[in-house]
């Protein structure tokens, strides 16, 4: 038990000087292709740090054949939503008002408002029409079309990421010097960029594997049921990348990049993961699995409706994810 405690501690610090790498690395190589914080945060970041949770489904799916492996995969897909939805929003709140507190902020957020709407609007229809599959999950044909349909959309949303970015002037002059190249003493081209997300990235998949193992380990001591752990532990290590990273940008007062690096991956895993569930599982979603997807949907409206009213985001208000988590938690362990 002490052994799996201390390997667990190690990688979540592992994961974390891994993330303070990566995101040194995904703002230069914004700047090298000259687009906005929105872009970095919300499609290269997302999609980069989506690794770990979008690895553990596939591998659950396709290298075991038992339901128990199938619930995991189910669960860890339907768990990703969840997670960023709830638990990182929460975070992010947090970490604004930590800083803010020590003085190395303010408690305002400076969140493109246009950014994290899109990516808002597009989850909700997207994982909206997910979740409603399970309806229909014995009508394979429709089910294929839909599974279409989604990767289809995202698509549609990176396209229209590119042609919103706003920020595309934003200058160099805030980043700091790229790791590598303080080190090695190498210039900050395109190639030492790529080379430092790629180590950044293979770091983080390898941190959060080595948590994952130790968690499960702890999980199953302590007799939690597969469907349980893949939907509440497992999140909460793949995820780790994204809370990680927006709590630095947060630091760094990048709140677009923050926040975007969240809904972005939010994005993200209502259509991959999802449409993978949708064509190689029954993808028959109820109990504890469609109130996750559900609250994951309830928080989306809910910040959305904010954003649209108040026209700027409350890192107190982001704390209401934290709420919902906590209720989930008590409903499945009353």
């Known amino acids: 038990m002490a052994v799996y405690i201390i390997f667990t501690v190690g990688s979540l610090a592992f994961i974390l000087l891994a993330c303070f790498v990566f995101t040194n690395a995904i703002e230069w190589f914004g700047e090298k292709l000259h687009v906005g914080q929105g872009i970095v945060g919300s499609v290269f970041s997302a999609i980069g740090t989506a690794l770990p949770e979008t690895v553990i489904p596939l591998i659950a799916i396709f290298l075991f054949h038992d339901q128990g492996a199938k619930d995991i995969g189910v669960g860890a897909i339907a768990g990703a939503p969840f997670m960023l939805g709830t638990l990182a929003l929460f ?21 493109d408002i246009k950014v994290i709407s899109m990516d808002l609007t597009f989850f909700l229809i997207i994982y909206t029409i997910a979740v409603l599959t399970t309806f229909i999950h014995n009508i394979i044909a429709i089910k294929n079309i839909i599974a279409v349909l989604l990767l289809l959309s995202y698509i549609i949303y990176i396209r229209l990421a590119f042609s919103n970015d706003s920020e595309k002037s934003e200058k160099s002059e805030n980043l700091d010097r790229l790791i590598i190249s303080k080190i090695f003493r190498v210039k900050t081209n395109l190639f030492w960029i790529c080379v430092q997300l790629i180590i950044s990235l293979a770091a983080i998949i390898f941190g959060a594997q080595v948590f994952v193992e130790n ?14 752990l893949s939907i509440i532990i497992t999140p909460i290590a793949t995820e780790l990348p994204e809370k990680f990273n927006s709590v630095i940008w947060t630091g760094k007062k990048k709140d677009t990049l923050a926040l975007g690096n969240i809904t972005g991956a939010m994005v993200f895993q209502s259509c991959f993961p ?22 994951a949907i309830a928080s989306a409206v809910i910040n959305l409706a904010w954003i649209k009213i108040k026209k700027s985001v409350n890192p107190f208000f982001l704390l209401f994810g ?13």
């Open 91 to 111: 975070v992010t709140g947090t970490a604004v008002i930590i800083y803010s507190i020590i003085g190395k902020r303010t408690v305002t957020m400076n969140v």
């Open 215 to 228: 968690v499960r380990d702890l999980s199953d001591a302590l007799g939690v049921a597969p469907l349980i």
């Open 274 to 295: 999802v449409v993978i569930g949708i064509l190689f599982t029954p993808w028959d979603l109820r109990g504890i699995t469609m109130i996750s997807a559900i609250i």
């Open 322 to 334: 934290g709420v919902l988590y906590a209720g989930y938690l008590v409903y499945i362990f009353r």
